[in-house]
């Protein structure tokens, strides 16, 4: 039998906050069903990127186009379960190209 892992904690990241509040809602009852001790999920506040562009090349210097977008962040601190068996878990999900999952010790 396995040895339990000790502390380490999952780091969700996206732009898109419907998909990253879908993911926590099925890590937080996959994690209460396993009987596991954790924390989460612990929202960050989002991260908001403005780029500016200029309109034309050669004149107007004035004249710009502003584009924006939002990082959203949820973390999950978990102790006493089994890391290989959680990743298994996680890779049965669908999960989205626009989401970004760490899990680190």
Not at 46 to 60: A, E
Request: no cysteine; aromatic share 14%; net charge positive.
């Amino acid at each position: 039998m396995k040895k339990l892992s000790k502390e380490f904690y999952i780091k969700i990241k996206s732009t898109n906050l419907k998909e990253i509040n879908l993911i926590s809602r099925k890590i937080y009852l996959f994690l209460k069903i396993s009987k596991s001790i954790f924390k989460g999920p612990i929202n960050s506040p989002k991260k908001t990127t403005i780029l500016n562009v200029l309109k034309s090349p050669h004149k107007d210097k004035d004249s710009r186009d502003q584009f924006g977008y939002n990082i959203y962040k949820k973390f999950f601190f978990i102790k006493k379960i089994y890391k290989i068996f959680f990743i298994k878990m996680l890779k049965s999900f669908s999960i989205s190209s626009d989401i970004e999952i760490k899990i680190t010790n």
